[in-house]
């Protein structure tokens, strides 16, 4: 079992920049492939980013790419979400969450995710 805490979220301009951050206590980070969601009031949770065990690969939805970046500290047990260039449609609940399955591909799919934070909220005004 692992537990994931976000931080980092509030509100921001647009083209301004937020840090997200998640913290996982348990069992060993490395295993785990991250992955970075968001749900906008109304809508169904989507996939933003993710970063494989070792932090080597990344993937990206198309419309965060070259604007939101993910990484990974396996010594602090902890995954990162760089979001710049803010618009107003990447307002949403921000969540992280852990593949504990020791997967060498990243999943874009919810469901593919065993472990799930509380959220953060991200407010980009126009």
């Known amino acids: 079992q692992v537990q994931l805490v976000e931080s980092g979220g509030g509100l921001v301009q647009a083209g301004g920049s937020l840090r997200l951050s998640c913290a996982a206590s348990?069992?060993?980070?490395?295993?785990?492939?991250m992955g970075w969601f968001r749900q906008a009031q109304g809508k169904e949770r989507e996939f933003v980013a993710g970063?494989?065990?070792?932090?080597?690969?990344?993937y990206y939805a198309d419309s965060v790419k070259g604007r939101l970046s993910i990484s990974r500290d396996n010594a602090k047990n902890t995954v990162y979400l760089q979001m710049n260039s803010l618009k107003p449609e990447d307002t949403a609940l921000y969540y992280c969450?852990?593949?504990?399955?020791?997967?060498?591909?990243?999943?874009?799919?919810?469901?593919?995710?065993?472990?799930w934070g509380q959220g953060t909220q991200v407010t980009v005004s126009s």
């Open positions: 348990g069992r060993t980070f490395s295993n785990y492939v």
């Open positions: 970063i494989s065990r070792s932090g080597v690969n990344t």
């Open positions: 969450a852990a593949d504990g399955r020791k997967r060498s591909t990243v999943s874009t799919t919810p469901r593919t995710y065993d472990y």
